[in-house]
């Protein structure tokens, strides 16, 4: 893990109130990235879901799955996903997680963007498992993808370049307020695994 500084981005709620949005761009080396980048493609067990959407089944855009620390599951989407035990090079990458947020995470959901084609639509980490003002850090690793975030009311947005072995924290009262994604693109893109760390209060 490299020692660098985030850059802060103070995102607006309300009119008077507002809450940090931390970027690590090179939190881990090119080598640490790259080598959990060949375990978590090799190793993790990939699922490929479908949600219902308006009486229609849809096909997820990505790969994904989830780990936890307890064995809890986590439900999104009426989609309720089994908690896996963390392996240890996951569990060592949640370690250095926690004490570089200073939040105690508790469950992993990692998704497998495997080029430009896949995506993650707008939505915001709110389920109730999560609690009312959750906190939500994610590790990019692999091909550069655009995260953007939209205010629910305003519609103001924030573009930030998510490099391999960046490091993403949305402090608490974002996910009220704000939606984010990860929007197709045409670019051939090489594959992107994110692991996005949340602790389930219930």
């Known amino acids: 893990m490299e020692s660098t500084r985030p850059t802060v981005t103070m995102l607006p709620l309300t009119s008077t109130n507002e809450a940090a949005l931390f970027h690590w761009r090179n939190w881990l080396s090119d080598f ?26 849809i096909q997820i855009p990505r790969l994904q799955n989830w780990f936890s620390e307890s064995g809890q599951s986590y439900t999104y989407s009426r989609l309720s996903l089994p908690g896996l035990e963390y392996p240890e090079w996951m569990n060592n990458l949640s370690q250095d997680v926690k004490k570089t947020t200073q939040n105690d995470f508790n469950g992993i959901l990692v998704n497998y963007y495997r080029n430009g084609s896949d995506s993650m639509g707008w939505h915001a980490d ?12 994610s ?20 573009n930030i370049p998510l490099s391999h072995g960046s490091l993403l924290l949305m402090c608490p009262g974002i996910q009220e307020y704000w939606q984010h994604r990860i929007a197709k693109t045409k670019d051939f893109l090489k594959p992107r695994i994110s692991l996005t760390f949340r602790k389930l209060v219930n």
Do not use: C, Y
Not at 32 to 57: C, H, N, P, V, Y
Not at 126 to 137: H, I
Not at 143 to 158: I, M, P, S, W
């Open 32 to 57: 640490t990235s790259d080598q959990i980048l060949e375990i978590a493609t090799q190793q993790i067990a990939w699922r490929k879901d479908s949600i219902k959407m308006f009486g229609k089944t």
């Open 126 to 137: 709110d389920e109730n498992s999560l609690g009312s003002k959750p906190a939500v850090a």
């Open 139 to 158: 590790v990019s690793l692999g091909a550069e993808r655009n995260f953007q975030l939209r205010h629910k009311g305003t519609k103001d947005r924030v």
